[in-house]
């Protein structure tokens, strides 16, 4: 498979994929709603109803409290690879870190995974980077 050459234009395997996803969506963790948002990135998926419907949510009130920071760094990685600006899961963010729980704890991958993909998003909030800090 070449460089860059990724499932973009497979919409036959978007649909599919999104339809197993509705057939799974039930079993579902965050962790692995995250994992695939970076396997997607991986494999150059650039379907943006696919992608944005796992944003969606991964950026749940039930969902997102429960991600780590590799689950999260992973899924927003998936995002900027995709391009693919996810506002509820940006909301579920900031709201985090305005919470009593704050983020969880960043190890330097994470954190790094995070800021590369928040910039590169181009979402600027200060709360949320000095929470990374």
Do not use: I, N, Y
Not at 58 to 80: C, E, H, I, K, N
Not at 84 to 91: A, G, Q, Y
Not at 105 to 119: C, Y
């Amino acid at each position: 498979h070449r460089r860059g050459a990724g499932l973009a234009d497979t919409s036959v395997a978007a649909a599919a994929l999104r339809q197993r996803l509705l057939e799974v969506h039930g079993d579902l963790t965050g962790r692995q709603a995250a994992r695939l948002l970076w396997s997607f990135g991986k494999l150059g998926v650039r379907d943006k109803a696919l992608v944005g419907e796992l944003s969606e949510f991964l950026g749940q009130p039930t969902v997102f409290p429960s991600l780590t920071s590799r689950d999260l760094s992973q899924g927003l990685w998936g995002l900027a690879r995709a391009q693919v600006k996810s506002e509820p899961l940006l909301r579920a963010l900031r709201a985090q870190v305005q919470s009593t729980e704050g983020l969880p704890p960043f190890h330097s991958q994470s954190l790094a995974t995070t800021v590369w993909a928040l910039a590169k998003l181009r979402h600027r909030d200060e709360e949320v980077m000095h929470s990374l800090a």
